[in-house]
């Protein structure tokens, strides 16, 4: 267990150690504020734009996660997997007293956990930006906001091992990224012209907590759609991690 835990700190660390990876944090709550500024400047003047302190954060939350957050999971699943198998590091890692079982659900927990932190920085960014600006703050909403970003998280994390089962098929970072992307966008064209599939699929729950306003029926099918988030889990896992413990390097 003691192995486990340096593992993740490990691929933790090396994670945050990318530019790249600590930049996009900055850029999140650089976007969450001037977006806040936009909404708080044309507010007065178009009386038919008014945000909550609910709506604000929650129409952030929808936009990352359907637009922005796709692309960090990819970026960062690229660099922890096929680009550590690119500048060949990833020997260094299998060398140690550690099994790759262990190893590859630890580079999943360090992508997880990066994931969480970008929608923390969101979370506090939207949050900091509505109160600064005064579009309209309350406290009671605070709860609601806290909910719903917890409940994106779930769906996020089946995104995170969906890449990491693509990106065991590269031995670079730049193919696993393109090939994620391309993935994403084939199956949200799908989406588009078969009727039902975006039912059926793990990608249409990336905003789940839109969905969970509903009551009654609404509470049973949003218990439903977990099993089948996480049946979609489960699978790009298991996977994901054949192919890995196959894997030469």
């Known amino acids: 267990m003691n192995s486990f835990k340096a593992n993740v700190i490990n691929e933790t660390q090396k994670l945050f150690l990318k530019k790249k990876i600590t930049v996009f944090l900055i850029i999140t709550a650089v976007v969450c504020f ?73 580079k999943n927990a360090a992508i997880a956990i990066y994931i969480i932190i970008n929608l923390l920085v969101v979370l506090v960014a939207s949050i900091v930006s509505t109160m600064l600006l005064k579009i309209g703050f309350a406290y ?27 990106a065991q098929f590269f031995k670079s970072s730049s193919g696993a990224l393109i090939t994620c992307i391309l993935c994403y966008l084939g199956i949200e064209v ?30 049973i099918r949003n218990i439903n759609t977990f099993f089948m988030i996480l049946a979609y889990g489960i699978i790009f896992f298991t996977v994901g991690y054949y192919v890995f413990d196959g894997k030469e390097v």
């Open 190 to 219: 799908l989406c588009l012209f078969i009727k039902g599939f975006n039912n059926a699929i793990f990608t249409s729950y990336l905003n789940w907590c839109s969905m969970w306003s509903v009551g009654g029926a609404g509470f």
């Open 140 to 166: 009671q909403g605070v709860t609601q906001i806290i909910f719903g970003y917890f409940i994106d998280a779930i769906p996020a994390m089946v995104f995170v091992l969906f890449a990491a089962f693509i």
């Open 34 to 106: 001037i977006s806040a500024f936009f909404i708080s400047s044309i507010q007065a003047k178009l009386a038919f734009i008014a945000l909550s302190s609910v709506s604000f954060p929650m129409m952030t939350l929808s936009i990352f996660t359907n637009i922005f957050l796709p692309l960090f999971i990819f970026m960062a699943v690229s660099e922890v997997f096929s680009g550590e198998l690119e500048n060949k590091s990833l020997k260094l890692v299998l060398i140690r007293p550690i099994s790759r079982f262990k190893i590859y659900i630890s």
